[in-house]
T-cell receptor, first 113, second 115 residues
Framework: AQKVTQAQTEISVVEKEDVTLDCVYE???????LFWYKQPPSGELVFLIR??????QNEISGRYSWNFQKSTSSFNFTITASQVVDSAVYFC??????????FGTGTRLKVLA | DAGVIQSPRHEVTEMGQEVTLRCKPI?????LFWYRQTMMRGLELLIY????????DSGMPEDRFSAKMPNASFSTLKIQPSEPRDSAVYFC?????????????FGEGSWLTVV
């Protein structure tokens, strides 16, 4: 069974600050994938990134970066120079040997102008 | 390319009424999912179809809920009779099947309020 913990319920930062959202997961699968989704105030769920368990290279996409540490079962997400438009709920979701994603409870990020 | 399309976007109905939510998956995707999101329970998988066949409906709350996928481009989620506790956002999502860890793409959701 898989489990994911997003311990930060809500984070508030001032615009242009960097912010890191934590994600810790548990899985017995040897091969698995990890996902991050964004849910802005408008409500839709937007796919951000997919990583597989064999690729521990960090990934950067513009202001977004992801740090995957298999040894600590963490897949953290950092936003550099945050903007008001980054305000959203962010979900981490591991997916193991099945079609089932296990979504975390989400972290609500508020970026203040 | 069109994403997952859901309708209606918003629905307000009275307790006891039948509610039908509709979904058109992304063309070429043969896996379809219905999720429900509430404050209390977060995102829950209700049912999963692969090639139009229901594979896992263990998340369907009770017999009042039913889902169908008559063809590759259409699915419905029906609640009959509806109850206030069914108020939630219902998401349809789709992915390409057959590979581990396929990305799931979500629709914009159907916001259901049962009064």
């Amino acid at each position: 069974a898989q489990k994911v913990t997003q311990a930060q319920t809500e984070i508030s930062v001032v615009e242009k600050e960097d912010v890191t959202l934590d994600c810790v997961y548990e899985t017995r699968d040897t091969t698995y994938y990890l996902f991050w989704y964004k849910q802005p105030p408008s409500g839709e769920l937007v796919f951000l990134i997919r990583r597989n368990s064999f690729d521990e290279q960090n990934e950067i996409s513009g202001r977004y970066s992801w740090n995957f540490q298999k040894s600590t079962s963490s897949f953290n997400f950092t936003i550099t120079a945050s903007q008001v438009v980054d305000s959203a709920v962010y979900f981490c979701a591991p997916s193991g040997g099945t079609y089932k994603y296990i979504f975390g409870t989400g972290t609500r990020l508020k970026v203040l102008a | 390319d069109a994403g997952v399309i859901q309708s209606p976007r918003h629905e307000v109905t009275e307790m006891g009424q039948e509610v039908t939510l509709r979904c058109k998956p992304i063309s070429g995707h043969n896996s379809l999912f219905w999720y429900r999101q509430t404050m209390m329970r977060g995102l829950e998988l209700l049912i999963y179809f692969n090639n139009n066949v229901p594979i896992d409906d263990s998340g369907m709350p009770e017999d009042r809920f039913s889902a169908k996928m008559p063809n590759a481009s259409f699915s419905t989620l029906k609640i009959q009779p509806s109850e206030p506790r069914d108020s939630a956002v219902y998401f349809c999502a789709s992915s390409r099947a057959g590979q581990l860890g396929n990305t799931i793409y979500f629709g914009e959701g159907s916001w259901l309020t049962v009064v």
